[in-house]
């Protein structure tokens, strides 16, 4: 049994110090969002697998490896030996704005295909996560996105979107096209305030609204409810919103009521924040706090 399902792609970051004319040197770490809500899922002991392509050489090797030390489930994914990796190249996270290049166009993680998708649902899944990301990739990681969602709705799965539109990669009135196929089949939608009416979701039975250094609002039949965001040292926000998912995700598989699961989120979130990098500083289960 597989607690979360994510698929999607895992990149490798280039994170430099400082700004990139001069001297500054750039470290090299593994992300991508929805990797990333895997290993938060992983950290916080539940079953997390994530589906994606890797190119097949050291890069795709370090990509996957580095997952499944994290305690990832890695068995889906798929080398694949005539595309590199996907990277980005992230100016200075430190100075909170988020200036990013994206190296992906033709990249490994792009050439996913609907039986990509589809295979890890045989094993019994709980939750499949998506992010909108995936479907701006290309046309076959679209149509597996579409295909997964489809057939976890059928299988009774639920479904989890966060919407992370990424201007980089394309235009608001794509992603709208793009995310238009997946209304009716999720069960929680994450979105921040300018990226929810990119899904016109009426129906969606819980719908948190990150609202960054504020926190989050959970919108559900009782009503909208703001859960303030951990008071931590600001350090570097990127993944903050993949670990609010991940400790979201973890409170509802913990069959905690929505309110105290976002707490969790925006708690793991804290924790994210008040670290470099995409995950690592994520907590473990043991340093939760009580609930
Ligand atoms: O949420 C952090 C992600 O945005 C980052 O790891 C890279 O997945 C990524 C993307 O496509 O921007």
Avoid at 12 to 34: I, K
Avoid at 126 to 154: F, M, N, Q, Y
């Amino acid at each position: 049994m597989i607690d979360v399902l994510t698929l999607g792609e895992a990149l490798v970051s280039f994170r430099t110090a400082g700004p990139l004319v001069g001297t500054w040197g750039a470290e090299a770490h593994v992300a991508g969002a929805e990797s990333n809500v895997a290993i938060g899922l992983a950290r916080l002991g539940h079953r997390s697998a994530w589906v994606g392509c890797v190119s097949d050489d050291d890069l795709g090797t370090w990509v996957t490896g580095t997952l499944a030390a994290e305690g990832v489930d890695t068995r889906f994914v798929r080398r694949v030996p005539d595309a590199s990796a996907g990277a980005m190249v992230l100016v200075d996270p430190r100075d909170h704005a988020r200036r990013v290049t994206y190296l992906r166009r033709g990249s490994a993680g792009s050439r996913l295909t609907p039986s990509d998708a589809l295979g890890a649902l045989d094993e019994g899944v709980r939750w499949v996560h998506l992010t909108g990301i995936t479907p701006a990739l290309s046309e076959s990681a679209r149509d597996a996105w579409v295909a997964l969602a489809r057939e976890a709705k059928a299988r009774s799965v639920r479904v989890c979107l966060d919407v992370n539109f990424r201007p980089a990669l394309w235009s608001r009135a794509e992603a709208a096209r793009a995310l238009a196929p997946v209304r009716g089949l999720v069960d929680l939608l994450v979105a921040s305030e300018d990226e929810v009416d990119l899904v016109d979701a009426p129906d969606v039975p819980l719908v948190v609204v990150k609202q960054g250094s504020e926190g989050a609002t959970l919108v559900g039949s009782q009503g909208r409810v703001d859960v303030p965001a951990e008071p931590v040292p600001v350090i570097d926000v990127i993944g903050a919103g993949d670990a609010l998912c991940a400790g979201l995700l973890s409170g509802l598989l913990d069959d905690l009521d929505p309110l105290a699961a976002l707490r969790r989120g925006t708690w793991v979130a804290g924790r994210c924040v008040a670290s470099a990098g995409d995950w690592e500083g994520l907590p473990s289960r043991a340093e939760l706090p009580p609930t």
